[in-house]
């Protein structure tokens, strides 16, 4: 008895000390989450998310709300600056001399998590106590990209995710696109926003994507990728695999209970235990990728869907927190990282146009190093026709020295070149070109350049549809040759900081460029590539003459 009252001693004054120190501090009820409200039950609407950015704007004097652009069906796609002092434009943030970080939520608008957590950290950084967080950066967050489709909510949407949420929304935007494929072609007008309104406006050092897996049982809370920018600069996907990721790996088990381990997925016909996994690839139609030929920082961030939705949204909170905690520390020394990539990506072109190779088309290979994986283990047998089959057991288990297909190696390389020049009848090019921030000269006066053309003797179209596309692939030789170009025709310098995206977009044999997605199609197609060689209208020099 005497024992049990001391216990109950101690337990009220713990509670007291907490009290004291304003740690459960109650939140008024209209900053509760539509997930916590209804048990997880529930995943909030667009209406629901801009009912709880009010409420966080009315309480927070460190909050700047405005708009990335509007969705098909008309919805404003909130854009939350938290800046301490506050700061409402680009222009006050660079003055600030605060490093920004962005993170997006509900690019596919099943996947909830992001959604959620961004609304709960909001709540945590701007009132909670988090607000260290903003002691050294600018966070950016988008928590619903994906708005009009968030709003179909039904059942079995996302069966991986065992209805938990019970209803959510559909993948693709309401105009049929999956935001994560268009990167390169724009069509989205939620890309449109996020690179004229975020990555170009406000310049962010790092972009991170939350989603939720589709498959594999692997043993992880969240998996993660950094940007697969192979043409790119290597410094900031160095930082980001060699430094921050690892760091995260510890923080967020010893603050969170999280397992992080890298994204990928094994498949069961290799036999097990498994001895590789599998990423995704290096398009930069995906933004994360694409933010390294941009040169900066990319993260994917993508939860455990087997896990039920509390578990979810906890795994990818501490994520997102514990990427914050370290931009915070660290986020000016990626901030330096990627300005000298940017400039080395300059002076790359400056030194070296016309001399070296970069990759154009790639494939996917092991990283150097294995690791061990942790996964839910599996129980092969021989069913009746004699067939091997695997059993998911609910036991995690860890398998050392497990290949990592996550890297990428050029299979087609082209030449550097110092820029490129489009005749003015690809005003749609050059008009693009801009739209990805890209700087594009109308020539006053006619200039003349030593490079080369390239002569496209096929275009094949894939035979299926993939976004609304017959994506094409040009084969052909690059042939020497020195051109003169006129008064109105477009000049794209490559001395810029967007070089390693303009070569990746112009380049006619790359795997994910402006060819690839039919811009240059109609053209090559009236000239009658089907019956003789057509010259790739854009020209490559590497000399001015
Ligand atoms: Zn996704």
């Known amino acids: 008895m005497a024992i049990n009252i001391i216990r109950f001693l101690k337990i009220a004054l713990l509670f007291l000390c907490i009290q004291a120190n304003g740690q459960v501090k109650p939140w008024s009820e209209n900053l509760i989450t539509i997930p916590e409200k209804s048990n997880y039950q529930k995943t909030s609407t667009y209406a629901d998310v801009m009912h709880f950015i009010e409420a966080i704007k009315s309480k927070s004097d460190l909050v700047h709300l405005e708009f ?4 098909k069906e008309g919805k404003d796609i909130p854009l939350i600056i938290m800046a301490n002092p506050k700061i409402s434009s680009p222009k006050e943030a ?6 920004i970080m962005y993170v997006q939520g509900n690019i596919h608008a099943g996947e909830v998590e992001g959604k959620e957590v961004l609304q709960q950290l909001m709540r945590d950084i701007l009132l909670g ?3 260290h967080l903003l002691d050294n950066q600018i966070i950016i967050f988008a928590p619903i ?4 489709s968030n709003d179909k909510m039904k059942k079995g949407r996302r069966p991986s995710q065992e209805d938990s949420p019970v209803e959510v929304g559909i993948r693709a935007n309401s105009q049929g696109l999956d935001l994560n494929r268009d990167g390169i072609k724009m069509e989205a007008f939620e890309t449109q926003g996020l690179i004229q309104n975020v990555l170009l406006k406000w310049d962010p050092e790092m972009l991170v994507d939350l989603h939720t897996t589709n498959g594999t049982w692997h043993g992880y809370g969240v998996t993660y990728a950094p940007s697969y920018h192979y043409a790119g600069e290597k410094a900031p996907y160095d930082f980001t695999w060699n430094t921050m990721l690892p760091s995260i790996v510890k923080s967020i088990d010893k603050n969170y209970g999280v397992k992080l381990g890298p994204y990928g997925g094994y498949s069961l016909r290799q036999g097990w ?3 590789a996994i599998y990423t995704y690839n290096h398009h930069p139609r995906y933004i994360v990728n694409q933010m390294g030929l941009r040169n900066k920082v990319g993260i994917l961030s993508e939860a455990f869907a087997h896990d039920r939705f509390y578990k979810r949204m906890d795994s990818t909170y501490g994520f997102v927190a514990e990427i914050l905690e370290f931009t915070n520390i660290n986020g000016r020394k990626m901030a330096a990282i990627n300005a000298k990539a940017e400039q080395d990506a300059i002076a790359n072109v400056k030194q070296n146009a016309g001399k070296i190779k970069k990759g154009v088309r790639y494939k996917m290979v092991p990283l150097e190093e294995k690791f061990t994986l942790r996964t839910y283990d599996y129980l092969p047998f021989v069913n009746e026709e004699g067939y091997t089959k695997h059993i998911r057991s609910g036991k995690i288990i860890e398998i050392p020295n497990v290949e990592n297909y996550s890297k990428f190696e050029a299979k087609v390389s082209s030449t550097l070149p110092r820029g490129y020049f489009l005749p003015k009848a690809m005003k749609q090019i050059a008009d693009h070109l801009k739209k990805q921030g890209v700087e594009v000269i109308e020539l006053k006066k006619s200039k003349r350049a030593v490079g080369e053309v390239f002569v496209v003797k096929s275009l094949k179209n894939a035979s299926r549809k993939f976004e609304g596309h017959y994506m094409a692939i040009l084969e052909g030789e690059f042939v020497p040759k020195t051109r003169t170009f006129k008064k109105g025709d477009y000049w794209v310098d490559m001395a810029q900081p967007l070089s390693n ?8 044999q790359s795997d994910d460029g402006l060819v690839t997605w039919n811009f240059f199609d109609a053209y090559f197609k009236n000239k009658g590539i089907s019956e003789k060689p057509v010259i790739y209208p854009v020209f490559k020099y590497y000399k001015l003459k």
């Open 129 to 131: 106590k988090k607000k």
């Open 273 to 275: 235990p498994t001895k």
């Open 145 to 148: 990209y994906n708005t009009d």
């Open 501 to 508: 995206l303009i070569f990746y977009m112009l380049e006619p």
């Open 68 to 71: 990335m652009g509007k969705s």
């Open 94 to 99: 660079k003055d600030s001399g605060k490093p």
